[in-house]
């Protein structure tokens, strides 16, 4: 029994540096046949990306953190309403809540965005008069509450419940004990997980660029976009790339810090 489990251990090793010698035997095979000065030229032209500075970041890079923080805001507001209702001993709260929550999180976000954005204000006046900033917003702001609803649920959830009998103990009403004594426990646990859901909500302002953009509501993607398209350069794809990865590996580095801190805790 024991020999036959190290065989099968030495199967895995050597299918494993199988895939790893295939891999690196690929990677130098398409290292050799590249054209890489033409890549380079289309790639990683210097005098493209130097023409996109500064406003890829003072235009692109504001604007996109701008629909984030805006998204992100709204989001959890109606996660927080919508994660109370869930929880609620009202039954028609509940069902409510249920409801929003599957239904956006069924949905694809690019739907949703082309739902509320183009296809509200077909019928209704009041969205055809909206700029198309507040429709895109609304859109990212209504399915990121969905998703945060469940996450700020659970981290609720998570708090023994002998925190709730102590604070009506002490004379606080159930609104109270929700706010002073569960609450702030559950957001030390779902910090690490909003932060996660802000790093996913800044590479989605991408799909807002659906609806236009004006001149100075151009996020990353669309600029991008409209700069390989001036330039007939794959360039700025790459620069706006950077940008991105500026963004939100150090908020992914912070998420796992965190989530690694609250473990400990």
Same mark, same amino acid.
């Given at each position: 029994?024991?020999?036959?489990?190290?065989?099968? &251990?030495? %199967?895995?090793? *050597? $299918?494993?540096? @199988?895939? +790893?010698?295939?891999?690196?035997?690929?990677?130098? #095979? !398409?290292?050799?046949?590249?054209?890489?000065?033409?890549?380079?030229?289309?790639?990683?032209?210097?005098?493209?990306?130097?023409?996109?500075?500064?406003?890829?970041?003072?235009?692109?890079?504001?604007?996109?953190?701008?629909?984030?923080?805006?998204?992100?805001?709204?989001?959890?507001?109606?996660?927080?309403?919508?994660?109370?209702?869930?929880?609620? &001993?009202? %039954?028609?709260? *509940? $069902?409510?809540? @249920?409801? +929003?929550?599957?239904?956006?999180?069924?949905?694809? #976000? !690019?739907?949703?965005?082309?739902?509320?954005?183009?296809?509200?204000?077909?019928?209704?006046?009041?969205?055809?008069?909206?700029?198309?900033?507040?429709?895109?917003?609304?859109?990212?702001?209504?399915?990121?509450?969905?998703?945060?609803?469940?996450?700020?649920?659970?981290?609720?959830?998570?708090?023994?419940?002998?925190?709730?009998?102590?604070?009506?103990?002490?004379?606080?009403?159930?609104?109270?004990?929700?706010?002073?004594?569960?609450?702030p426990q559950a957001l030390r646990t779902i910090i690490?997980?909003?932060?996660?859901?802000?790093?996913?909500?800044?590479?989605?302002?991408?799909?807002?660029?659906?609806?236009?953009?004006?001149?100075?509501?151009?996020?990353?993607?669309?600029?991008?976009?409209?700069?390989?398209?001036?330039?007939?350069?794959?360039?700025?794809?790459?620069?706006?790339?950077?940008?991105?990865?500026?963004?939100?590996?150090?908020?992914?580095?912070?998420?796992?810090?965190?989530?690694?801190?609250?473990?400990?805790?």
């Amino acid at each position: 029994m024991f020999s036959g489990g190290l065989a099968k &251990k030495q %199967r895995q090793t *050597r $299918i494993r540096w @199988t895939i +790893y010698a295939t891999s690196i035997a690929l990677i130098a #095979l !398409l290292a050799f046949i590249a054209d890489w000065p033409n890549l380079q030229k289309t790639l990683a032209n210097p005098d493209v990306a130097a023409s996109l500075f500064p406003d890829i970041i003072l235009l692109a890079a504001r604007n996109t953190l701008i629909f984030t923080a805006v998204g992100f805001t709204g989001g959890f507001v109606i996660a927080m309403t919508m994660a109370l209702m869930r929880i609620s &001993k009202i %039954r028609v709260f *509940r $069902i409510v809540s @249920t409801v +929003y929550i599957e239904v956006l999180r069924g949905l694809p #976000l !690019l739907l949703t965005i082309i739902l509320i954005g183009l296809g509200l204000p077909i019928g209704i006046a009041g969205f055809r008069q909206m700029p198309i900033f507040w429709r895109g917003v609304i859109a990212l702001a209504l399915v990121t509450g969905a998703y945060m609803a469940e996450t700020i649920r659970a981290g609720i959830e998570s708090v023994p419940p002998g925190q709730n009998e102590a604070g009506r103990s002490l004379g606080l009403s159930k609104s109270q004990t929700m706010r002073w004594i569960v609450l702030p426990q559950a957001l030390r646990t779902i910090i690490p997980p909003l932060t996660n859901e802000f790093v996913i909500l800044i590479k989605d302002t991408s799909l807002i660029s659906v609806l236009g953009v004006t001149a100075s509501t151009k996020e990353l993607t669309r600029f991008a976009r409209e700069g390989v398209i001036s330039n007939a350069n794959a360039t700025p794809l790459i620069v706006a790339g950077l940008v991105y990865l500026a963004l939100t590996i150090p908020l992914t580095q912070v998420a796992r810090r965190l989530e690694t801190k609250t473990g400990r805790v």
